[in-house]
């Protein structure tokens, strides 16, 4: 008797254990997605601030690619053009290829498309060449101190710039084909981190 209430003891409190670890387990978890959506709906704010600040186009991607998130279409340079060059700047989701230095005051910054982008050209890669005043991106990497060290959809950024010209660069392909990479040319106006948000 003495024995079969020390097991039933035993019962309940390795039950109630392993009931108190769910719970505190869900608890958190539920903890971590509040912050993150938290801080996702900041940074959503923070984008549309800065595409209603500037003005900025943020729908030409929809209009390229016939509004499918995916494009098999290649893409013509004067397409960009009549999207890209003009009164209003655009908006660029993607992620900081390379920085390099131009002159005393600024640098020359390549972003390219990324899986943090709704929108995926699979035929042509797009890429920014971007002149920015150092004391932007200064401020933005010390911000963003980690932005490089980031792996996956963790180093996304949205750009807004204003774009002067587009160039094409072909290189070869699979199958003895060729791929072609539009870069437009410009000069960054702003720039915000997003890190896994998707625009």
């Not at 109630?16 to 959503?44: G, H, M, P, Q, V």
Request: net charge positive; hydrophobic share 40%; aromatic share 10%.
């Amino acid at each position: 008797m003495v024995r079969r209430i020390i097991w039933s003891m035993v019962i309940v409190i390795v039950a109630a254990y392993f009931i108190y670890n769910y719970l505190d387990n869900r608890s958190k978890e539920e903890l971590e997605k509040a912050e993150a959506k938290k801080t996702e709906d900041a940074i959503r704010e923070s984008v549309a601030e800065l595409v209603k600040r500037t003005n900025a186009i943020d729908n030409w991607w929809k209009i390229l690619s016939k509004d499918k998130n995916i494009s098999m279409a290649p893409i013509i340079s004067i397409e960009l053009e009549h999207l890209w060059i003009g009164s209003r700047p655009i908006l660029f989701v993607g992620t900081i290829k390379d920085i390099i230095t131009d002159d005393n005051d600024n640098y020359k910054i390549k972003i390219e498309q990324s899986f943090n982008s709704r929108y995926l050209f699979i035929e042509t890669e797009i890429i920014l060449d971007l002149k920015c005043p150092k004391a932007k991106i200064d401020s933005f990497l010390n911000q963003h101190p980690n932005i490089f060290k980031q792996y996956g959809f963790k180093n996304g950024v949205a750009v807004v710039a204003d774009i002067k010209k587009i160039e094409t660069i072909t290189m070869p392909g699979k199958e003895d084909g060729t791929s072609e990479i539009k870069i437009g040319k410009g000069n960054c106006i702003d720039i915000v981190y997003i890190g896994r948000v998707r625009f």
